[in-house]
């Protein structure tokens, strides 16, 4: 099983960007996918997170109202996409796989993460 997250870069503040989290050997709408991301000096926090089965989508209060998550099932690919970003959406991020159908257990295969920077 492999997760590749892509789509980091450098965004001004209130700018945009779409997070891909593509996988091979793991069919991603049999799975829970989270979104988690590690600013430097703190500890990784959920972002959100798209369950199996019907798809119940969850967010980090942080990030409602700006961030959505989708499935896109035809291409075995979870996206992120990044509305508003503020200084403090810095992070790397990182997507996430579990057979449960929640985020909240323990995620079973984790990809390697894609940089987000956002700085004037």
């Known amino acids: 099983v492999q997760l590749q997250a892509s789509g980091g870069g450098l965004v001004q503040p209130g700018g945009s960007l779409r997070l891909s989290c593509a996988a091979s050997?793991?069919?991603?709408?049999?799975?829970?996918v989270g979104w988690f991301r590690q600013a430097p000096g703190k500890e990784r926090e959920g972002v959100s997170c798209?369950?199996?089965?019907?798809?119940?989508?969850d967010y980090a209060d942080s990030v409602k109202g700006r961030f959505t998550i989708s499935r896109e099932n035809a291409e075995n690919t979870v996206f992120l996409q990044m509305n508003s970003l503020q200084p403090e959406d810095t992070a790397v991020y990182y997507c996430?796989?579990?057979?449960?159908?929640?985020?909240?257990?323990?995620?079973?295969?984790w990809g390697k993460g894609t940089q987000v920077t956002v700085s004037s």
């Open positions: 996430a796989a579990t057979w449960y159908s929640s985020c909240e257990h323990g995620m079973d295969y």
């Open positions: 050997g793991i069919t991603l709408r049999y799975v829970s």
């Open positions: 798209i369950s199996n089965g019907v798809g119940s989508i």
